[in-house]
């Protein structure tokens, strides 16, 4: 049996090729458009959140799996490995934290299991996880791993710009978005987090491409100073080009050992909507 399991939900946004290298196992958050329900990742896509959105000009919902559910992930999970980690979407932006932690307890595995509140959402829980499966290789157990991956937590820098504030004014989960949204200039803020909430920073304005350009070129010199081993170019579905276009601004760096591109799934593009992009990456 394996030592370590590292289990997350879907919001992680980690990739097959990244899941299936480090053993990671996702559990589905769900979506809700209108009064149908689906399970992220699962049986619906963000193009069709997308197409249901303009089509009935409304917002989608997110919620939690259901504690019965949670039970059953942690069980499958204590089945593979003696002890689990529990990576889970911010406290502040979903109750995924919360449920889980009622699972353990119900179960009663608290001395197995370890829950924890990544404080951040997409590749910024998914930076964590790569990290924990790091020192899982090398052999600490969950605990340890648990307290270094809490050190590291502050250290991770997780913005995106946004092509359309209407999701985001919306799902109005976003602090600053609401007063944005009335402007009548095209802007396209840059999103980050903080204290494991949504907060909007600089205002770029322009195309896309040229916004993008401009954000990268701003976080350039907090770049140059990240951890080396991993960056993250996460997406919600924008046009390849664009995509390569930034590949190959990190890559001219001459910095990072791995670049990862992502595409954000269900829950993420449910809140930010389509042709976000952001760069994230943990600093030293």
């Known amino acids: 049996m394996k030592k370590i399991s590292i289990i997350t939900d879907s919001t992680a946004d980690l990739s097959k090729e990244l899941l299936e290298k480090y053993d990671i196992t996702v559990f589905p958050l769900h979506i809700h458009l209108g009064d149908k329900e689906y399970a992220d990742g699962i049986d619906i896509t963000p193009e069709e959140i997308y197409r249901w959105s303009e089509e009935t000009k409304e917002t989608p919902k997110t919620s939690a799996l259901s504690l019965y559910d949670a039970k059953e992930y942690l069980k499958k999970a204590l089945e593979k490995g003696e002890e689990v980690i529990c990576f889970c979407i911010s406290e502040e932006m979903s109750s995924c934290c919360s449920v889980m932690h009622m699972a353990m307890m119900e179960l009663e595995v608290e001395d197995k299991v370890f829950v924890v509140d990544s404080g951040n959402l997409s590749t910024g829980i998914g930076l964590q996880i790569l990290e924990a499966a790091k020192l899982a290789e090398q052999g600490l157990g969950a605990g340890a791993i648990v307290e270094k991956i809490k050190l590291m937590q502050p250290k991770i820098r997780s913005s995106f710009v946004v092509d359309s504030l209407t999701f985001l004014h919306r799902g109005g989960r976003c602090s600053g978005v609401a007063a944005l949204a009335g402007n009548t200039l095209k802007l396209h803020p840059c999103i980050f987090v903080l204290d494991g909430k949504m907060q909007a920073g600089k205002k770029y304005r322009g195309k896309m491409d040229k916004v993008l350009l401009n954000y990268v070129e701003d976080i ?56 976000t992009m952001g760069v994230l990456y943990v600093a030293e």
């Open 220 to 275: 350039k010199p907090e770049l140059a100073a990240a951890k080396k081993d991993h960056v993250f170019i996460t997406h919600s579905g924008c046009d390849t080009e664009l995509i390569e276009t930034i590949r190959k601004e990190l890559e001219s760096l001459n910095y990072f050992e791995n670049i990862h591109v992502t595409q954000a799934g269900g829950v993420i593009a449910s809140h930010c909507g389509p042709g």
